[in-house]
């Protein structure tokens, strides 16, 4: 601290006055202030006003730091103000007294009584060593430093108004440092200068430093706030929100304590493994701030640990007699479907319920499958979660996202579990045959790991992070073809196949399970409405055109709406009778009109068989033949196999029928064959008996029954191979009408596949060779012929 300088001339004129102490504040020469002072020295100066008019005490500012309590002869700086008390108002505390600052003094001796200072004083005057010149331009730079302060905040044209009446430095000086954030001793110093010329630069220099404060705390709070993005300012409300939840006692998010995130991992059931990797994430979020922008990462992460089953809570054995009984009141028909599922079940009971393989249903649209895992889960008494993986082109959608990315989620697989609450539901992969891939990955590889028995059992999450076991969980895939499903993939399941249903097991089912749902959907019961089996029939037969229910179903929806519309009308009487003759006004004009069988025969058709992704059909192969040079056209978006199989028809029928068409000039005609419905591509090895029986029928004019079918492929030499499908094929023959099939002989086990009432309502006729299959279309008893070559390089043909 500066040490005030006594010159002899100074030394005069000592009186002794009372003295206020000043705590945290230095008051200056020429100023006006006020205080609170004890009860003491206020009743003094309350008593002096009343006996004298007036009052006047020594103001001595306390060391910082100083309590009242504690205050000594030490604490005190020797360097004051006299002060003209001008009024004294009792207060809480004392007594609140203002004061004008007249004369800057020191105290030359102190002295207490009555717990009451009293300090005999002398004045010290300035040194005044500047002249006008120099005063004005002092005052013109304080005036405009202190202008450029008071411009950074706002009314600050109150602050400075004063200022610019007032004609002396040491009055503005008295004005603004009590704002001044300086230290207590700073401005104890600037008191005790008495050369006026260095007490204003001091001044100036506080002001100017004060100014270039503000500035830069300005310019760094501008670049802060450019740089808070918009997780900050979340963060910032999330803040805000749970203080809230907080005063509303609605917050029960903690973090840690009673009911918080580190009591609900410690008393979880997680693996170790898992555990420690939780309490890892909540250290981050403990340690991260309030204003951590993963915290709401880490939080979404915790919850997902939490909320994941990690055991087998209870297992409920599983009963084979009640599974049966539920797949046998769901479901008509599919009697090996349902055999083969109880045996499933049957093997998963006797390994306690450890996954085996993978069941994969596959089959055309309607018939089923993803109604039968439903039973599953009903038969076994678990969660049901059914993922559609139709159109997903994702990796990331199986195996999650890291989350390291923004908007980072778990893979459906894991987001199924979660939402079963147990681990070991019966997991439906809906429509796997509809995966496909892209530049984010193959979703069909990730699947490899979830649906592999051996490898399931560490199932890698990305976003989890941490191995899952899957190996409880009973998956079962659902497709349409096996066409489109990678092989590795596809070894990992095993095939059960819903080939369709025959007619009467579609009428058990519209009867037992469509029917009924329809009706409760439209608000009707089975008392109001009555559909016969003759008019369910008509329907199926003639409305319908697929391997499954689902267009039936479609179709009696439409029947209940027109039933719901003509009772509400009141145009009906109750129960409303559906009858045969009403159809047409109910649902419109027939659908089916090509899958018929023909009903008049002509040279050159013969019905064929074929299989579809959507269950079998028939199509009609017709040949006809015209003036030309021998050329064979194919027309009916045909496929290279089909189109090599016409020409080895072609090859078959001149080598057999040289000698018996003799009246056929092969070399003078041009021959065609067509395939109907020709916008719809048609390939496969299945048509070459049919293609083979329909130029014969073509060259010898001879017909085919309309009401016979055919399958199979043949081979140069003659023979028929085996062709897959049968079921489908058998099955669209039987809804179209057809009495007689012809099948390789080596297909005649596959007719075990096939419904018994199906089997029961055709005929079947197995061949090996072409003669077989002439003998049996068209009654050509053919012999085979014998080819031999003469020595000049001439073929001759000849029947044995």
Do not use: C
Request: charged share 25%; no cysteine.
């Amino acid at each position: 601290m500066r040490q005030t300088t006594m010159y002899p001339q100074q030394i005069n004129n000592i009186r002794e006055n009372i003295v206020i102490p000043l705590f945290e504040v230095v008051v200056y020469p020429n100023s006006q202030t006020k205080f609170l002072a004890d009860k003491n020295i206020g009743e003094i100066l309350l008593n002096e006003i009343k006996n004298e008019g007036s009052a006047y005490a020594i103001g001595l500012t306390a060391k910082s730091g100083t309590e009242a309590s504690d205050l000594s002869e030490d604490d005190l700086y020797r360097t004051g103000n006299l002060l003209e008390i001008k009024f004294v108002q009792p207060a809480d505390e004392g007594f609140l007294v203002y004061a004008q600052a007249i004369q800057r003094v020191g105290s030359v001796s102190l002295n207490q009584k009555d717990g009451v200072f009293y300090a005999t004083h002398t004045d010290i005057p300035d040194v005044h060593d500047l002249d006008e010149d120099f005063h004005k331009q002092i005052m013109a730079d304080v005036r405009k430093t202190i202008h450029e302060i008071s411009d950074r905040f706002q009314s600050s044209e109150q602050f400075t108004k004063p200022i610019d009446k007032m004609d002396s430095i040491d009055q503005i000086m008295g004005y603004v440092m009590p704002f001044m954030p300086i230290e207590l001793e700073e401005k104890q110093d600037l008191l005790e200068t008495v050369s006026a010329r260095e007490r204003y630069l001091t001044f100036l220099y506080i002001l100017t430093n004060q100014k270039e404060n503000i500035n830069i705390q300005i310019e760094v709070a501008k670049k802060v706030a450019e740089k808070v993005n918009k997780s900050h300012r979340e963060a910032m409300l999330r803040e805000q929100l749970k203080v809230i939840q907080e005063e509303l006692n609605e917050n029960e998010d903690f973090v840690s304590g009673e009911g918080g995130y580190g009591e609900r991992i410690e008393s979880s059931k997680m693996p170790d493994d898992v555990k420690k990797k939780a309490l890892s994430e909540l250290k981050k979020l403990e340690t991260g701030g309030n204003h951590n922008p993963e915290s709401h990462v880490i939080r979404n992460y915790l919850d997902l640990l939490l909320d994941l089953p990690w055991i087998v809570e209870e297992k409920k054995s599983i009963d084979i007699a009640q599974a049966r009984n539920v797949l046998e009141g769901n479901h008509n028909g599919l009697e090996k479907v349902k055999e083969r599922i109880i045996q499933h079940l049957a093997v998963m009971k006797l390994k306690h319920e450890k996954q085996g393989s993978i069941i994969l249903f596959t089959g055309p649209p309607g018939t089923g499958k993803t109604s039968l895992g439903k039973s599953i889960a009903d038969a076994l008494g678990r969660e049901y979660v059914r993922v559609s993986l139709g159109g997903v082109r994702d990796e990331a959608e199986i195996r999650g996202h890291r989350r390291t990315y923004v908007g980072a989620m778990p893979g459906r697989i894991i987001q199924s579990i979660r939402k079963a609450g147990t681990k070991n539901p019966v997991f439906i992969l809906d429509e796997i045959d509809k995966l496909s891939s892209s530049y984010s990955g193959d979703p069909a590889s990730a699947l490899l790991e979830v649906l592999d028995p051996e490898q399931n059992s560490t199932f890698s999450d990305h976003y989890l992070e941490v191995s899952y076991d899957l190996s409880e969980v009973l998956f079962i895939a659902t497709a349409n073809s096996l066409a489109s499903i990678p092989g590795p993939l596809l070894d990992r399941m095993e095939i059960i196949e819903i080939s369709g249903y025959t007619k009467n097991e579609k009428l058990a089912i519209a009867k037992d399970h469509i029917l009924p749902g329809i009706l409760e959907e439209h608000g009707l019961d089975e008392g109001q409405v009555e559909i016969k089996d003759d008019v369910l029939k008509i329907i199926i037969d003639k409305y319908t055109r697929e391997a499954g229910v689902r267009g039936l179903k479609k179709q009696l929806a439409r029947t209940a709406r027109f039933i719901s519309e003509r009772i509400v009308s009141g145009k009906a009487e109750l129960p409303y009778i559906v009858k045969a003759d009403m159809l047409t006004q109910i649902l419109g004009k027939e659908l089916i009109r090509q899958e018929e069988a023909r009903k008049e025969n002509v040279p050159g058709v013969v019905t064929g068989l074929a299989w579809t992704p959507v269950g079998g059909d028939i199509l009609f192969i017709e040949g006809t033949f015209m003036p030309g040079t021998g050329k064979l056209t194919l027309t009916g978006q045909l496929g290279d196999v089909m189109k090599e199989s016409a020409h080895i028809s072609l090859s078959l029928v001149r080598s057999r029928l040289a000698n018996t068409a003799s009246s056929f000039d092969f070399t003078a005609s041009d021959i065609h064959i067509h395939v109907p419905s020709g916008a719809t591509p048609k390939d496969g090895p299945s048509a070459g008996v049919t293609l083979f029986t329909a130029l014969t029928s073509l060259i010898t004019g001879k017909t085919v029954d309309p009401k016979l079918a055919m399958t199979g492929e043949i081979t140069l030499s003659g023979a028929v191979l085996p062709v897959g499908g049968i079921k489908e094929k058998v099955l669209a023959a039987h809804r179209a009408g057809i009495k007689k099939v012809i099948l390789p002989k080596e297909n005649e086990r596959d007719l075990d596949d096939v419904p018994e009432d199906a089997r029961n309502e055709l005929k079947f006729v197995t061949v090996e060779t072409i003669e077989d299959v002439l003998r049996e279309a068209l009654g050509i008893d053919m012999p085979r012929p014998m080819v031999s070559h003469n020595g000049n390089g001439l073929v001759s043909i000849q029947s044995i």
